[in-house]
């Protein structure tokens, strides 16, 4: 027995028939102290506190073996000094999206996350190493949600997920050439309703609306403005997936190529890069290991 299609207006959809979790107060409250810049440590740790779960939560992640403290954190004041305001802001939307979007498939939800914090670490590499006029820690947040419309589709749309996924490993092919070719709407879609739903930053709905290969395409042959944020998430993902999924040999080449031609280097400087890349897998690994 088939399943009814989903509506060509996703946004509607989900208006009409789906009620998207609101953000946790707390962690919209911080979104809101950390947007507006003035807020100090100590006032954040106050925030925080009021929320046990969230501060149990940051006080594993800075006790944990990735950070390696010969002494302990016990208090949260201590734990936001010592991560700083982009870490805990990062700590406390993962927990939201863990929390509120939680999909029942614990094999895909480990394989998303997986992907979005390797994505959001790429980033930051690239951030770095190159000329671009952007903040690494901003890109950082923006990179690691970007794919949270996925989260949407597992949700509540879990068997055209799976459909999805099936249709990804048969081809070898990107989430976005499933979605085309089975005539499903876009996970950027879902993730820019989310991304209204829970007033994030102008930056992660943009991110969520632009990362795709054929976005780094349009970027490279001036059909879209360069914008130096997007263009690294851009990159940061089809690296992310060149360098941890199994893609066809056509696919590979042309986010090879694409890539290059965005970083403006040579096969020397792409191969280290790569090298880099593929040894975040590890870093990956202990990130969800505190979740």
């Known amino acids: 027995m088939s399943r009814p299609a989903i509506p060509a207006d996703p946004e509607a959809m989900l208006k009409q028939h789906f009620s998207l979790p609101a953000l946790p107060t707390v962690v919209q409250r911080l979104l ?3 947007s507006s810049g003035k807020s100090s440590a100590v006032e954040i740790a106050a925030l925080l506190s009021v929320d046990a779960g969230l501060v149990a939560q940051i006080m594993k992640v800075v006790n944990s073996a990735y950070y390696g403290l010969p002494t302990p954190i016990r208090e949260i ?4 000094a010592y991560l700083g305001l982009a870490e805990i802001k990062r700590i406390a939307l993962t927990v939201a999206l863990m929390e509120r979007l939680a999909p029942a498939d614990s094999i895909e939800f480990a394989r998303f996350w997986s992907h979005s914090f390797h994505t959001a670490l790429t980033a930051r590499v690239i951030a770095r190493r190159r000329d671009y006029t952007v903040n690494p820690e901003e890109i950082y947040v923006a990179a690691l949600l970007h794919d949270v419309g996925k989260l949407v589709y597992m949700k509540f749309f879990p068997a055209e997920y799976q459909d999805l996924t099936r249709r990804c490993e048969a081809d070898a092919s990107l989430m ?11 996970h950027t879609l879902f993730g820019a309703v989310l991304c209204d739903r829970w007033l994030f930053d102008d930056l992660v709905k943009r991110a969520c609306l632009c990362h795709e290969l054929h976005d780094l395409e349009a970027f490279n042959r001036g059909e879209r403005e360069r914008h130096d944020d997007l263009l690294v998430i851009c990159i940061s993902n089809v690296l992310s997936n060149l360098s941890t999924r199994e893609l066809s040999d056509a696919l590979r080449h042309r986010i090879h190529d694409e890539a290059m031609k ?3 280097c040579d ?4 191969l280290l890069l790569m090298g880099e890349l593929y ?3 590890s870093e990956v690994g202990r990130f969800l290991s505190d979740f």
Do not use: I
Not at 77 to 80: E, G, L, R, S
């Open 32 to 34: 809101d102290a950390l």
């Open 77 to 80: 004041k201590h734990a936001v």
């Open 176 to 186: 976005v050439d499933a979605e085309n070719e089975l005539s499903l709407p876009s």
């Open 262 to 264: 965005a970083l403006n």
């Open 267 to 270: 096969d020397r400087d792409f």
């Open 279 to 281: 040894e975040l897998r």
